[in-house]
């Protein structure tokens, strides 16, 4: 069973990870995964850090090959991906390291759209006080 913040992660996940299906992006895919980002409460910053130091290392090599995979994951799919692929040991800690650098034009291309979708941590404390 999953924490709140568990589900939490694990949705931003989900929605990052749909970024890195073998297909054409529109910018209604970036602008959907953005608003999941904000509705769950992720500044820019931390939603970077999502997909630079997470999700890209495990989803990038779908891009890689010729018939990567076209329809999005499920929290289920991307949980058992996650879980399988997160480093818990010495080697795995390194290899992370390897895919993080492998991943980065994927993350830079991604992050090049997303990001300005995303509020800053000060867009982020405004929306959240008029909310209040």
């Not at 209604?28 to 630079?52: C, I, K, S």
């Not at 390194?94 to 800053?120: E, F, K, N, Y």
């Amino acid at each position: 069973m999953l924490s709140e913040s568990g589900i939490r992660r694990l949705r931003a996940w989900t929605a990052l990870a749909s970024l890195f299906i073998d297909n054409e992006l529109g910018p209604g895919d970036y602008e959907h995964v953005a608003g999941t980002l904000t509705e769950l409460g992720y500044t820019a910053g931390e939603a970077e850090f999502l997909l630079r130091q997470e999700v890209a290392p495990v989803f990038a090599a779908n891009l890689w090959v010729p018939a990567g995979e076209w329809t999005p994951w499920d929290e289920g799919d991307v949980y058992r991906i996650m879980n399988r692929n997160l480093p818990r040991s010495v080697l795995g800690r390194l290899s992370h390291r390897v895919m993080v650098r492998l991943a980065r034009r994927q993350a830079d291309a991604i992050w090049s759209v997303l990001g300005p979708l995303l509020p800053s941590r000060t867009d982020f404390s405004a929306q959240s006080s008029k909310a209040h």
